[in-house]
């Protein structure tokens, strides 16, 4: 898993998010989880996502990812686990 520093999207602060490559990976992950209705490795799987510290950038994929799970879930008519985004501080 590889983190990537780069410039927030409010302009002059920087950020740091997952790198386009692991972004993909680990929503294809979920999303054939989802697909497979394997519900106990999505909760494995977001929680391992936890453990992340919590800046702005990867809260902002999370969210965009949680969301697009949920439209993959109501396409093959699964329910889906509650997905909080739950994020270590950052000291």
């Known amino acids: 898993m590889t983190l990537k520093i780069g410039k927030n999207r409010a302009g002059r602060n920087y950020t740091v998010f997952l790198e386009k490559t692991t972004y993909r990976e680990i929503k294809y992950l979920l999303t054939e989880a989802v697909e497979h209705r394997h519900l106990n490795k999505v909760a494995l799987i977001w929680q391992r996502l936890d453990n992340i510290p ?27 686990p509650t997905l909080k985004i739950n994020n270590k501080k950052v000291y």
């Not at 702005?56 to 697009?68: L, T, W």
């Not at 799970?69 to 396409?75: D, P, Q």
């Open 54 to 80: 919590g800046y702005s950038g990867i809260i902002e994929q999370r969210k965009i990812m949680r969301s697009d799970l949920a439209e993959t879930a109501k396409k093959h008519n699964t329910k889906m």
